[in-house]
């Protein structure tokens, strides 16, 4: 079964920097998708960042400029460097992967930026 466990969410600073980590499992198939979505109390859930096997990005515009996503396929994990936080980035943020046809969830890890 796949599984995927976040790390890394706590309290910042405004204007300040998380790291967020998520481990799989499992070969990684030709379509394979890894990314973040986030959820703030009382929101829908959205799109963060994705990523492909192949390493080619997609960002959602309230992101660009401070949020990198990557991945490492060897040690089977996916990263999101976040900086310049703002208060507005206040949300649960979720791992996502998509492998043969199948998307599967983490169970999220809370970022708090204080202004």
């Known amino acids: 079964q796949v599984q995927l466990v976040e790390s890394g969410g706590g309290l910042v600073q405004a204007g300040g920097s998380l790291r967020l980590s998520c481990t799989t499992s499992?070969?990684?198939?030709?379509?394979?998708?890894m990314g973040w979505f986030r959820q703030a109390p009382g929101k829908q859930r959205d799109l963060v960042a994705t990523i492909t096997r192949g390493g080619r990005t997609n960002y959602s515009d309230s992101v660009k400029g401070r949020f990198t996503i990557s991945r490492d396929n060897t040690k089977n994990t996916a990263t999101l460097q976040m900086n310049t936080l703002k208060p507005e980035d206040t949300a649960s943020y979720y791992c996502?992967?998509?492998?043969?046809?199948?998307?599967?969830w983490g169970k999220g890890t809370l970022v708090t930026v204080s202004s």
């Open positions: 996502y992967r998509r492998r043969l046809g199948v998307d599967y």
């Open positions: 499992g070969f990684i198939s030709s379509d394979d998708i």
